[in-house]
T-cell receptor
Framework: EPEVTQTPSHQVTQMGQEVILRCVPI?????FYWYRQILGQKVEFLVS????????KSEIFDDQFSVERPDGSNFTLKIRSTKLEDSAMYFC??????????FGPGTRLTVL | AQSVSQHNHHVILSEAASLELGCNYS??????LFWYVQYPGQHLQLLLK??????LVKGIKGFEAEFIKSKFSFNLRKPSVQWSDTAEYFC??????????????FGPGTRLSVLP
């Protein structure tokens, strides 16, 4: 069964550094999402992406965040200048036409 | 604004006990409802979903959920839990206007611990 994949599984970075989290959505899916889950808290929506542009974003998704689909398979989340509070699990998800979102395994981001 | 609440933060059961996890949502329209499970160290996996039709939906691993529109609820049930059901369970809602790409709103999660 096709799966959403994410790399790396764990990223450690210094505060103020830029990080890029990578996702490969399921190949025939059209909508892509990023969510985050701070340790011990609920999963929170960050951004959705369709047709090479952002379709919706939450208030968490400020100017420090950006998303890109640089080629036909990857979907990336960039954090320009990481803060301590960006430490979380970041999940990528994708959907085709069933409204069921399929989630990747997540990238654990640790900001020191 | 959309929101999802889950009744219990942490539920502890013995094996073979029956399970019911509560979920209530607030949304001004027709909804699609989901339960996701997150096993320790793993990613979110879909347990079951409701889009329309029979309000009692069956999912994987013996789970089922009942959509009660009048109560804005979508409670998850399992008649007999196993130790392997130990996980975090998330209820989620999205609008069902027929447009794709609508973000999920997740509940805070319920941690289920099943004692052997």
């Amino acid at each position: 069964e096709p799966e959403v994949t994410q790399t790396p599984s764990h990223q450690v970075t210094q505060m103020g550094q830029e990080v890029i989290l990578r996702c490969v959505p399921i190949s025939n899916h059209l909508y892509f999402y990023w969510y985050r889950q701070i340790l011990g808290q609920k999963v929170e929506f960050l951004v959705s992406f369709y047709n090479n542009e952002i379709s919706e974003k939450s208030e968490i998704f400020d100017d420090q965040f950006s998303v890109e689909r640089p080629d036909g398979s990857n979907f990336t989340l960039k954090i320009r200048s990481t803060k301590l509070e960006d430490s979380a699990m970041y999940f990528c998800a994708s959907t085709a036409q069933t409204d069921t979102q399929y989630f990747g395994p997540g990238t654990r981001l640790t900001v020191l | 604004a959309q929101s999802v609440s889950q009744h219990n933060h942490h539920v502890i059961l013995s094996e073979a006990a029956s399970l019911e996890l509560g979920c209530n949502y607030s949304y001004g329209g027709t909804v699609n409802l989901f339960w996701y499970v997150q096993y320790p160290g793993q990613h979110l996996q879909l347990l079951l979903k409701y889009f329309s039709g029979d309000p009692l939906v069956k999912g994987i691993k013996g789970f089922e959920a009942e959509f009660i529109k009048s109560k804005f609820s979508f409670n998850l049930r399992k008649p007999s839990v196993q130790w392997s059901d130990t996980a975090e369970y998330f209820c989620a809602v999205t609008g069902a206007q027929g447009a794709y790409g609508q973000n999920f709103v997740f509940g805070p999660g319920t941690r289920l611990s099943v004692l052997p």
